[in-house]
């Protein structure tokens, strides 16, 4: 009974999660719209010759909120009088519901850990916060078909929800401290594509950026064309603000070398301008290239996307070091699709439908971009991925010692600076004092030629200090040991001692006159100790006659 009671709690806990979780996303979905929605009314309000009632800009407010998830809108007051669609996703406008998204998923599965409340599954929490915020959506789509600006019910269908689960993904991924794929190789190949894609991003605003600042001047006067009053400008400019990610795309579609097209029939690309472009009067398009053949300005962008491969290839090598040729090659491999992947969705998202006719495609081709994206990946980033692999895996020689330049055989002289002031001053060293003495090196001082005041087989410190500084071959101890001096020898074993060489004789006396020279001196015959060397000899006593 207990055990039924307590599973009843935790499956009530966790319900109540996800019903949190699914006011979360209501309430995420809220926000997003509340923001274009002010910007609307705002500008509705500032206007000094409004078109329509307050109806018009919530109807309005309502369709950048789905254009903003990728949905098309349809533009039922036109000249003609025929439906157009809108299809140009401004991407800037696209990151506030994106975030709300990713947020209130995560604080999903955070809030309630902090807390020690339950909390639902990821998939859970995916699914109730998509849910949530999907139900605020389907209202919003009903509601702008009764506007001027309706949605596309087919892209609403597919975009709209895939957006949603995306971000919300994301946001649990966040939560669970964004883990990567346990294979080593997938992660490797994540990372490589994740920095390939905002490279080419990057490198396509910088081109993008230094286009427009070289037709500068035809921006300025088609902005200054467009609207009159502050409101208009205020709101062209937002408008420009919220493409700049869009101009970045096509900066990087123009340097993968398909370009992007500006109508039915015109194309730019880094060789030139062909076909006739229907470009309508906008800030940013008067960044386009001129028509004609590209010249060298046009062909350096082609540095983008070879930047981009390089580095994603460099990523790939300097994880693959300890991999087989084999796995980095298809690691990067991998990591090009990825990121060939990625590519083609913002291409989608940021071209697209301005209207009928030679209108009914601009911007770049999504299905070409990424597959210039993968080609140069491959051709590019599988070798340097390769040639980084190689390059770390490669093992440094060992320097050879230089030679000690003129002698062949070092001495026994070459001795640090502090072992020499030791044998200088007399302090023994590792070497026994009955051991034969060294053969003197060629160069060297013997023995023979020391001053007598130089002790018998020591060197003397000026000999010493000569002998140092006349080494070539001599290199400092990079360093000594704490007790650096060397330790007295120890007496040889009993086994040993007996087979051990004779301390050396002591030097010869001078003989004095009357004493034989190998004669040891005579003892007193009253003290019993040695005479003195320099004592006279008394002669012996005269031998006794021999008895009868």
């Not at 081709?365 to 895996?393: E, F, H, I, K, S």
Request: glycine share 14%; with cysteine.
């Amino acid at each position: 009974m207990t055990h039924v009671t307590e599973h009843s709690l935790v499956q009530g806990g966790r319900s109540a999660a996800l019903a949190t979780a699914c006011v979360r996303g209501g309430v995420a979905a809220g926000l997003g719209l509340g923001g274009p929605a002010v910007l609307v009314v705002a500008a509705w309000i500032c206007s000094p010759y409004p078109d329509g009632g307050p109806g018009g800009a919530l109807h309005l407010a309502a369709g950048l909120w789905l254009l903003a998830h990728g949905v098309d809108l349809v533009r039922t007051d036109t000249v003609s009088g025929v439906p157009a669609p809108l299809g140009v996703v401004p991407l800037l406008l696209a990151a506030l519901p994106v975030w709300l998204v990713h947020r209130a998923a995560r604080d999903t599965l955070d809030g309630g850990a902090d807390r020690g409340r339950p909390r639902p599954s990821a998939g859970g929490a995916v699914a109730a916060v998509a849910g949530g915020y999907l139900l605020v959506a389907a209202v919003v789509v009903v509601y702008s078909e009764s506007g001027p600006l309706p949605a596309d019910l087919i892209t609403a269908g597919l975009w709209l929800p895939g957006v949603v689960v995306a971000a919300a993904g994301a946001g649990v991924w966040t939560a669970l401290g964004r883990p990567l794929p346990g294979q080593r190789h997938a992660a490797a190949a994540l990372r490589a594509a994740g920095l390939g894609t905002v490279a080419l991003l990057g490198g396509g605003a910088v081109a993008a950026a230094v286009s427009l600042a070289w037709h500068a001047g035809e921006a300025q006067a088609v902005f200054a064309g467009l609207a009159g009053e502050w409101s208009g400008r205020v709101a062209v400019v937002l408008l420009v603000l919220a493409l700049l990610p869009n101009m970045a795309v096509w900066g990087a579609a123009y340097g993968l070398g398909p370009g992007f097209t500006l109508g039915a029939g015109a194309l730019a690309t880094p060789l030139g301008l062909t076909g006739d472009p229907a470009v309508p009067p906008f800030p940013l398009l008067a960044a386009l290239p001129d028509e004609g053949r590209g010249s060298w300005v046009h062909w350096l962008t082609v540095a983008v996307p070879l930047c981009a491969a390089v580095l994603q290839g460099r990523c790939v090598g300097r994880a693959a070091r300890t991999w087989a040729a084999r796995d980095a090659a298809l690691t990067a491999l991998g990591a090009a699709w990825g990121c060939g992947a990625a590519v083609a969705v913002l291409a989608g998202a940021a071209g697209g439908p301005l209207g009928t006719g030679r209108l009914s495609a601009f911007g770049p081709v999504w299905w070409q971009a990424g597959a210039a994206t993968v080609l140069w990946g491959a051709c590019l980033g599988v070798p340097v991925a390769l040639g980084v692999r190689a390059w770390g895996r490669r093992t440094p020689r060992p320097k050879p010692l230089p030679a000690p330049g003129g002698a062949s055989v070092p001495g026994p002289a070459a001795a640090s600076g502090p072992l020499a002031a030791s044998v200088a001053a007399g302090v023994p060293s590792g070497r026994p004092a009955s051991a034969p003495p060294l053969p003197a090196a060629p160069g060297r001082t013997s023995a023979a030629d020391r001053p007598a005041g130089a002790g018998a087989g020591v060197p003397a410190a000026a000999d010493l200090g000569d002998d140092l500084d006349d080494d070539s071959g001599y290199e400092p101890y990079d360093y000594l040991p704490a007790a650096w001096e060397p330790s007295p020898p120890s007496p040889p074993p009993s086994s040993l001692r007996a087979s051990a060489p004779s301390p050396l004789p002591a030097p010869a006396q001078p003989a004095s006159p009357g004493r034989s020279p190998s004669a040891p001196p005579a003892p007193d015959s009253t003290t019993g100790a040695p005479a003195p060397a320099d004592a006279p000899v008394k002669p012996p006593p005269p031998a006794a006659p021999p008895a009868d």
